[in-house]
T-cell receptor, first 114, second 116 residues
Framework: GAVVSQHPSWVICKSGTSVKIECRSLDFQATTMFWYRQFPKQSLMLMAT?????????EQGVEKDKFLINHASLTLSTLTVTSAHPEDSSFYICSAPFKNDEQFFGPGTRLTVL | AQSVTQLGSHVSVSEGALVLLRCNYSSSVPPYLFWYVQYPNQGLQLLLK??????LVKGINGFEAEFKKSETSFHLTKPSAHMSDAAEYFC??????????????FGAGTRLAVHP
């Protein structure tokens, strides 16, 4: 099956700093990737759709300047949380579609902002 | 617009008992439906999916789900629960968008507890 990795698996940072999270498709190419956010004991909320070679598409209510997405290659998308604050603390998960009708998820990145 | 409702945020069963996790969907077009499982601090793993064809879908770990269009339901079942089934379960419906791929809309999730 298709494998998606994320790095780092967890990160702790100070308020005001920026944090970059990587999402990689290891054994397939992904022109599209999705970024989700999950608060404790809650469901996944789609934040944005990452498109290789073009701008990301953000869901309503998600700040584009806050959550910068770059899809640099067919196997890598990055999410940068800029000027992070404690309310940005969350579990961030990416996914990549494989064969159109199935998405494979990364293991997630837990961000804690102090 | 597509949406998913999972009835019961927590379900508790005894080991060996039937597992039933409920999912109802709303979709203006024929839906693609999915069940995912999430273990603590991990990503999501696909249990099973319905796209077209047979309405009874079998997945991994002994789980199955039946697509019932008349009831707009896609309930997940397993005849006999195992301790290792304790996890969070998410039902999802796909939304096809202009990019050609499907976005997933998730239900709120159901936490399954299995006790001895």
């Amino acid at each position: 099956g298709a494998v998606v990795s994320q790095h780092p698996s967890w990160v702790i940072c100070k308020s005001g700093t920026s944090v970059k999270i990587e999402c990689r498709s290891l054994d397939f190419q992904a022109t599209t990737m999705f970024w989700y956010r999950q608060f404790p004991k809650q469901s996944l909320m789609l934040m944005a759709t990452s498109n290789e070679g073009s701008k990301a598409t953000y869901e309503q209510g998600v700040e584009k300047d806050k959550f910068l997405i770059n899809h640099a290659s067919l196997t890598l998308s990055t999410l940068t949380v800029t000027s992070a604050h404690p309310e940005d603390s969350s579990f961030y998960i990416c996914s990549a579609p494989f064969k159109n009708d199935e998405q494979f998820f990364g293991p997630g990145t837990r961000l804690t902002v102090l | 617009a597509q949406s998913v409702t999972q009835l019961g945020s927590h379900v508790s069963v005894s080991e060996g008992a039937l597992v039933l996790l409920r999912c109802n969907y709303s979709s203006s077009v024929p839906p693609y439906l999915f069940w995912y499982v999430q273990y603590p601090n991990q990503g999501l793993q696909l249990l099973l999916k319905y796209t077209t064809g047979a309405t009874l879908v079998k997945g991994i770990n002994g789980f199955e789900a039946e697509f019932k269009k008349s009831e707009t339901s896609f309930h997940l079942t397993k005849p006999s629960a195992h301790m290792s089934d304790a996890a969070e379960y998410f039902c999802a419906v796909s939304v096809r968008f202009s990019g050609g791929y499907n976005k997933l809309i998730f239900g709120a999730g159901t936490r399954l507890a299995v006790h001895p």
